[in-house]
């Protein structure tokens, strides 16, 4: 993640996988970042964020789909992350692998 390679190699800590402007770190890539790649990844294991994205759904037309992000402007608490990383599941696993391997390419 940029937030932390900046430290080391100097540079931005602006994610440079979307346009949002925000600050690539762990809340940002798991939750927040629009990257077509990305978005598509969290609809691949929507099971593990339809708890968390539901409070969306309550603004949105009960036909609409799964929106696979968080706006920037969306408050996320570190009991809710912690909630989300303490999952039980293989799956959670091989979500944060995957997800790894889109920041790792640079």
């Not at 080391?8 to 940002?28: F, L, T, Y």
């Not at 790649?37 to 593990?48: G, K, N, P, T």
Request: glycine fraction near 4%; include cysteine; aromatic fraction near 12%.
């Amino acid at each position: 993640m940029r937030v932390e390679s900046c430290k080391w190699h100097g540079g931005s800590s602006i994610c440079d996988k979307c346009e949002c402007g925000e600050v690539q770190d762990e809340k940002h890539v798991l939750f927040v970042c629009e990257c077509a790649e990305v978005c598509e990844l969290r609809m691949r294991y929507r099971d593990l964020f339809e708890r968390m994205f539901k409070t969306l759904r309550v603004f949105a037309p009960s036909s609409s789909k799964f929106i696979p992000f968080l706006t920037c402007h969306h408050s996320i608490t570190d009991f809710e992350i912690n909630a989300f990383l303490n999952q039980d599941s293989y799956r959670l696993l091989k979500f944060v692998s995957d997800l790894v391997s889109i920041f790792d390419t640079g």
